[in-house]
């Protein structure tokens, strides 16, 4: 790719806008869920399945759009997912039915998965390699703002307006960035001249033990962060008597961990031995989770627990998506498309054992999951560290 052509500042600027507003678009569905449900004339539990089925197709999108960024090159990916995301998002505020809408949340979750991880292999094409973790870390870091303050304004919108009004808001979002991106995104040539090879390259990445290890750490803290998420704002309100309202602000807090998380794990991932620290802080962090999850005694304190720990097991994403940059640049889309495959996976997981752990020992189990999901998450990146420093020293994947 010509690197001349586009300034990391603006690279880094645009990946952050554009995943902060595809993050947007993904959560976006939670807030609203009670007037779906009433629109649809539906359970709540029902409703909640848009954000599964774009979860789950999101996980598939990723690692497979990896293969054509590498060989068509990543800007019409990019655009195409955008477009698809904008579209889908329109189509869901003009849904008349249950089907209809649960319909285009399937192809939200097509083209999300197509965007972050193609923006994250363009970042590892232009950004130097000495600077491209901190590069990760702020673009990942604002991102991850998406959730934490949008979805909230969405939610107060929807309220007014209407739930209609929040999607064509996201809608017109996308839409802005989609047409932003054609004229300024770069366009570069493909990563490689060879043939797609659709399916050699998913095995090839796959083949390898250093991004496998990367899918299951990063699948371990993805599922303890969804864990917190999903279950820490009723475990706050059970535990101090806050409502659905007094909960907000601390909810957010605690959320706002994953951000500085980010930030941090950027600063240290061009750092040496960068994994080991990782590989620290992960497994220590879970210790916050049963802390939280144990010591209800005053919600400062619960605020500066769910934080610490979100923060813990945000900081090694930047440092594991420079990584995968680095392991092949010709596969360099396929390789952060894994990412996705891991990140909706340990959604998944993690919702679903947060649920059966409630149930069967109540909070405290929540706790001890979110720590088992650490250590062991600690222990991947440990044998990432291992395996990598026996590698045969090579040249840098790109400058």
């Not at 957010?252 to 794990?265: A, D, K, N, R």
Request: glycine share 12%; hydrophobic share 50%; with cysteine.
């Amino acid at each position: 790719m010509h690197r001349q052509d586009a300034r990391p500042s603006l690279l880094v600027g645009l990946s952050a806008a554009t995943i902060f507003m595809v993050l947007t678009a993904s959560f976006m569905i939670g807030p609203l869920l009670v007037e779906l449900s009433e629109e649809f004339n539906t359970s709540i539990a029902v409703a909640g399945q848009l954000a599964t089925v774009t979860a789950f197709l999101w996980a598939f999108s990723g690692p497979s759009s990896g293969p054509f960024s590498d060989t068509y090159g990543r800007k019409p990916v990019v655009l195409l997912g955008l477009f698809i995301m904008a579209l889908s998002t329109l189509g869901a505020a003009l849904s008349t039915s249950y089907g209809m809408m649960l319909f285009f949340r399937l192809l939200t979750g097509v083209g999300g998965g197509m965007v972050p991880p193609t923006l994250m292999a363009t970042l590892g094409d232009f950004v130097p390699r000495e600077r491209r973790g901190r590069s990760i870390g702020v673009a990942q870091g604002i991102a991850s703002l998406g959730p934490v303050l949008a979805v909230p304004l969405l939610a107060v919108e929807a309220d007014f307006l209407g739930w209609r009004s929040a999607f064509y808001t996201v809608a017109g979002g996308l839409a802005f960035l989609l047409v932003l991106l054609s004229f300024i995104f770069p366009g570069g040539s493909p990563a490689t001249t060879a043939r797609l090879q659709f399916h050699r390259r998913i095995l090839q990445a796959f083949g390898q033990g250093e991004p496998r290890l990367i899918v299951a750490a990063n699948l371990l803290t993805r599922a303890g962060f969804t864990v917190v998420s999903t279950y820490g704002a009723a475990f706050l309100m059970r535990s101090y008597g806050l409502t659905l309202g007094q909960v907000a602000v601390p909810f957010s807090i605690i959320m706002l961990g994953s951000t500085g998380g980010s930030l941090m794990g950027g600063l240290l991932a061009d750092r040496p031995r960068a994994l080991p620290l990782a590989a620290t802080v992960v497994a220590l962090g879970g210790w916050a989770a049963v802390a939280l999850f144990q010591l209800p005694l005053a919600l400062w304190l619960s605020m500066v627990l769910g934080a610490l720990f979100n923060m813990a097991l945000q900081g090694p994403f930047p440092l594991s998506l420079k990584v995968l940059t680095e392991l092949s640049s010709e596969s360099r889309g396929t390789m952060t498309g894994l990412i996705a495959l891991s990140n909706q996976s340990g959604v998944m997981l993690g919702a679903a054992l947060g649920g059966l752990i409630l149930g069967l020992g109540g909070y405290l189990g929540l706790g001890y999951l979110c720590l088992s999901a650490s250590v062991l998450s600690g222990v991947f990146f440990l044998f990432l560290h291992l395996r990598l420093s026996r590698r045969v020293p090579r040249g840098p994947a790109s400058p």
